[in-house]
Nanobody, 130 residues
Framework: QLQFVESGGGLVQPGGSLRLSCQAS????????IGWFRQAPGKEHDGVSC????????YYADSVKGRFTISRDRTKNTVALQMNSLKPEDTAVYYC???????????????????????WGQGTQVTVSS
């Protein structure tokens, strides 16, 4: 499995923005589906947004739809998550993960079920608080 190093987290006030980035350990082949997940204290990993390496199709959890945008930069081999209008309930450690499209299918499946199969790096802490 691909490994990632996440960065860009921090402390931000409600309504603020952050841009997270994850750097892959090797080139992200088009066969992969890549996702951003988050884990709040005492909770499981939840899929936030996922993107298909093959066609760029995306999926967003209802809780972030309209506020977050996922994107992939092939030249930098990174996947970013632009987070706007942040809320206190967005506070969590954010992680990247990737699974083969042949294993997980579409981005929605990655976000909904991918956490059960993914491996995790150190993540990046996002804290939304006034």
């Amino acid at each position: 499995q691909l490994q990632f190093v996440e960065s860009g987290g921090g402390l931000v006030q409600p309504g603020g923005s952050l841009r997270l980035s994850c750097q892959a350990s090797e080139f992200i082949q088009d066969d992969y589906v890549i996702g951003w997940f988050r884990q709040a204290p005492g909770k499981e990993h939840d899929g936030v947004s996922c993107i298909s390496g093959a066609d760029g199709s995306t999926y967003y959890a209802d809780s972030v739809k309209g506020r977050f945008t996922i994107s992939r930069d092939r030249t930098k081999n990174t996947v970013a998550l632009q987070m706007n209008s942040l809320k206190p309930e967005d506070t969590a450690v954010y992680y990247c993960a990737a699974l083969s499209r042949r294993l997980i299918g579409r981005p929605q499946a990655m976000c909904v079920m991918g956490a059960e199969l993914a491996s995790w790096g150190q993540g990046t802490q996002v804290t939304v608080s006034s």
